[in-house]
């Protein structure tokens, strides 16, 4: 069965400063698709960023972008010149063969003033 | 990327009654999955809504106390039966299929008393 570990359940990083969240899941699929999510304190779940697992690169979206080691089974994201607006939990999360997603536990992050 | 609304947004009932959460996406999509999150956790699947036919459970969860409708490609209905205490989380509802993203409802907030 495929599991999702975030290992940092809270982390506060100063405005501005660069922080790395952890990641690491189990699976057996060769080709799989990886995400992180945002949940603010409104609930709503808001995308982050999408990896392919068969694409070497790692990607980006603005400001945000991850360390994908397919051998490790790592996906790590980076907030660079983090923002007041970043703060929420951020569930990483892997998507079955089936389209179904399995969710992390969570990391509760806090940008300070 | 799909737009996805849920009403109500939230409510609280009396132990014992039922409540049925409406998901609406403003396109059609393959798949429709319902998620609860409980208070500080993580998300759980619930189950995949599969149209024109019975929903998918995932382990744990069951037909009888989570009924779930999927008449077209872009509604979806999650009663919650005989509820208790218990049953108070967020739930939230997701569109997506075919390894695309999936996006996700704003959720409904219930509170059994």
């Known amino acids: 069965a495929q599991t999702v570990t975030q290992s940092q359940p809270e982390m506060s990083v100063q405005e501005a400063e660069t922080v790395t969240l952890s990641c690491t899941y189990d699976?057996?699929?060769?080709?799989?698709?990886l995400f992180w999510y945002k949940q603010p304190p409104s609930r709503q779940m808001i995308l982050v960023i999408r990896?392919?697992?068969?694409?070497?690169q790692n990607a980006t979206e603005n400001r945000f972008s991850v360390n994908f080691q397919k051998a490790a089974k790592s996906f790590s994201l980076k907030i660079s010149d983090s923002q007041l607006g970043d703060t929420a939990m951020y569930f990483c999360a892997f998507m079955t063969k089936d389209d179904k997603i399995i969710f992390g536990k969570g990391t509760r992050l806090h940008i300070l003033p | 990327s799909a737009v996805i609304s849920q009403k109500p947004s939230r409510d609280i009932c009396q132990r014992g009654t039922s409540l049925t959460i409406q998901c609406q996406v403003d396109s059609q999509v393959t798949m429709m999955f319902w998620y609860r999150q409980q208070p500080g956790q993580s998300l759980t699947l619930i189950a995949t809504?599969?149209?024109?036919?019975?929903?998918?459970?995932e382990s744990g969860f069951v037909i009888d106390k989570f009924p779930i409708s999927r008449p077209n490609l872009t509604f979806s209905t999650l009663t919650v039966s005989n509820m208790s205490p218990e049953d108070s989380s967020i739930y939230l509802c997701?569109?997506?299929?075919?390894?695309?993203?999936?996006?996700f409802g704003p959720g409904t907030r219930l509170l059994v008393l």
């Open positions: 990896q392919e697992a068969y694409k070497q």
């Open positions: 809504a599969n149209q024109g036919s019975e929903a998918t459970y």
């Open positions: 997701s569109a997506g299929g075919n390894k695309e993203t999936q996006y």
């Open positions: 699976t057996s699929e060769n080709n799989y698709y």
